[in-house]
Structures are given as structure tokens and as C-alpha cells.
């Protein structure tokens, strides 16, 4: 009788044992899944971002620049109406000349600031910063509730109070937030060598972090040795 009991607990022992190694696993391969979801979604919040300061970038100088020119144009139609009207005219003896000249750099500013102004159209970069700008925000969105969502497994856990139909609830929302960040339509804004520009740049700038990041570790480490 008492062989059976043991033989019972050892078989209910091994049961919890391995159901529990299962859900330790399950909870292993979710949190893999769940960094690796949010690095993507990283990498195209970069992309995202420095398509973005680059059309702002170029909007803002153009925008300047016509504001500039704007500004330009009506201070040498001030002075040209000066020298027009002015009383001492007799002693400008090249009026002519002088407002040919105004008019022409009057001509060749609106002709810039036409020109400008078209390239502003053509480019759409209204439309672009706009459609950047959306992507932005819901990627950042979707990456904190990546991180959300890890830290909530890593707090059960701790605990232990996570179950196994929580881990398929949360796999459920990881598996809606890719299709949503997947569905995130911001390829239309970025040509295709931008896109591999792009990836080079936060390759190294990954690199950089990690650089930085092994050196303040090892800083860290010999100010410890020292202390002690």
C-alpha cells in the first residue's frame, strides 16, 4: 500500500515537474519572440525617424529659403520705390540703371521662389511628413506594448502566479501587434536605396551602443576592483 502511495507521488511529482518545464519553456520561447518582435519594430521606428528628419530637414531649408527671399524681394522694392520717388533724383546719375538692375534681382527672386515653391508641390512633402509622422507614432505605440507585455510575464512569473492560458492570451496580443506593425504602410515615403541606407546607418549605430555600453561595463568593473 505504501509502495502505491509512493508510486502515486512520484507520478504526480513528475507530472507538475514536467508541466511546469513546459510552461518555464513556453515562457522562454514568448519572451525570445516578444524582444525580437520589438527590435523589428525598432528598426523601422529608425528607418521611420530619419526618413522623417530628412524631408523635415529639406522642407524647413526650402521654407527658409523662400521666406528669405520673401523678405528680399520686399526690401528691394522698398528701395527701388525710394529712388523712384525720392526728391533728390538729380543726383543719382544712373537711375536707369540702377532700377534695371532692381528689377532684374526682383525678377530673379520670385523666379527662385517660384521654382521653390513648385519642388514644395511636387515633392509632397506635407503629405510625406504627415504619413511619417503616423507610422511613427504607432510604432512607438506597438514597441511599448511589446515591452509592456514582457514585463507583465517577467512580473507572473517572478510571482508565480502565471498559467498556461496566460501565456496564450499574451501570444494571441504579440501575434495582433506584428500584423498591425506589419500592416504600418510607410514604404511609399522611402525609396528602396534609402531603406538600405538606413539599415546601415543603425547597424552602426547598434554597433556604437554596444561599444559604448562594453566600455562603461568595463569602467565599472575596474573602479569595483579598485574599491575593493
Do not use: C, P, W
Not at 515653391?117 to 503616423?134: T, V
Not at 510575464?153 to 496566460?166: A, L, P, R, V
Not at 506584428?178 to 500592416?183: A, F, L, T
Not at 546607418?201 to 568593473?221: G, W
Amino acid at each position: 500500500m505504501n509502495n502505491e502511495i509512493i508510486e502515486n507521488h512520484n507520478i504526480n511529482y513528475s507530472e507538475n515537474d514536467v508541466k511546469k518545464n513546459n510552461i518555464n519553456t513556453k515562457i522562454d520561447d514568448l519572451l525570445v519572440r516578444i524582444i525580437d518582435s520589438k527590435n523589428e519594430s525598432s528598426t523601422r521606428l529608425f528607418m521611420v525617424t530619419e526618413a522623417y528628419d530628412k524631408y523635415n530637414r529639406e522642407y524647413y531649408i526650402i521654407s527658409l529659403t523662400i521666406l528669405v527671399l520673401s523678405s528680399v524681394i520686399t526690401f528691394i522694392e522698398a528701395i527701388r520705390l525710394l529712388i523712384i520717388t525720392g526728391k533728390n533724383n538729380n543726383l543719382i546719375t544712373n537711375i536707369y540703371t540702377i532700377n534695371f538692375t532692381l528689377h532684374i534681382l526682383l525678377l530673379l527672386n520670385g523666379t527662385i521662389i517660384t521654382i521653390l515653391s513648385s519642388i514644395i508641390r511636387f515633392k509632397n512633402y506635407r503629405e510625406f511628413l504627415e504619413g511619417l509622422k503616423d507610422a511613427q507614432l504607432q510604432l512607438v505605440k506597438y514597441k511599448n506594448k511589446y515591452m509592456r507585455q514582457y514585463y507583465i510575464i517577467k512580473y507572473n512569473y517572478i510571482n508565480k502566479t502565471i498559467q498556461e492560458s496566460d501565456i496564450i492570451k499574451i501570444s494571441d496580443k504579440i501575434t495582433l501587434y506584428e500584423r498591425v506593425v506589419k500592416s504600418i504602410n510607410y514604404f511609399q515615403f522611402i525609396k528602396n536605396s534609402d531603406i538600405i541606407r538606413y539599415n546601415k546607418i543603425k547597424a552602426q549605430f547598434d554597433v556604437s551602443i554596444f561599444e559604448i555600453k562594453t566600455s562603461t561595463a568595463n569602467n565599472l568593473e575596474e573602479i569595483t576592483k579598485k574599491r575593493e
